[in-house]
Nanobody, 125 residues
Framework: VQLVESGGGLVQAGGSLRLSCAAS????????IAWFRQAPGKEREGVLC????????HYVDSVKGRFTIARDSAKNTVYLLMQSLQPEDTAVYYC???????????????????WGQGAQVTVSS
């Protein structure tokens, strides 16, 4: 299983970014995918997850209305679309996967078995 994030960078407050998570080494359509983030000095936080069919999405309250997640089965890629970014969104963003077919979404890190290396997102004020 391999997950590779890309698309991080520096953006001004109010701006947008799209992160990509390219997956390989497993049957993409059978796995739930999530995005987590970890800010300096803070614990890792689950941000959004999408089920294996792309039909169910769960959000942490702090990103509702600003972030969304989408998966492209043809490209084995999951996207994190971030709008109205704020300095408090600054963190390393990780994608993660787990094989839990037909299970409700979960933003607990212990629910996921494979992780990418992370992508830095920095939002300046």
């Amino acid at each position: 299983v391999q997950l590779v994030e890309s698309g991080g960078g520096l953006v001004q407050a109010g701006g947008s970014l799209r992160l990509s998570c390219a997956a390989s080494g497993f049957t993409f359509g059978e796995y739930m995918i999530a995005w987590f983030r970890q800010a300096p000095g803070k614990e890792r936080e689950g941000v959004l997850c999408i089920d294996e069919r792309g039909g169910s999405i769960h959000y942490v309250d702090s990103v509702k209305g600003r972030f969304t997640i989408a998966r492209d089965s043809a490209k084995n890629t999951v996207y994190l679309l971030m709008q109205s970014l704020q300095p408090e969104d600054t963190a390393v963003y990780y994608c993660a996967s787990t094989y839990r077919p037909d299970m409700p979404g979960d933003l607990s890190s212990s629910f996921y078995t494979s992780w990418g290396q992370g992508a830095q997102v920095t939002v300046s004020s």
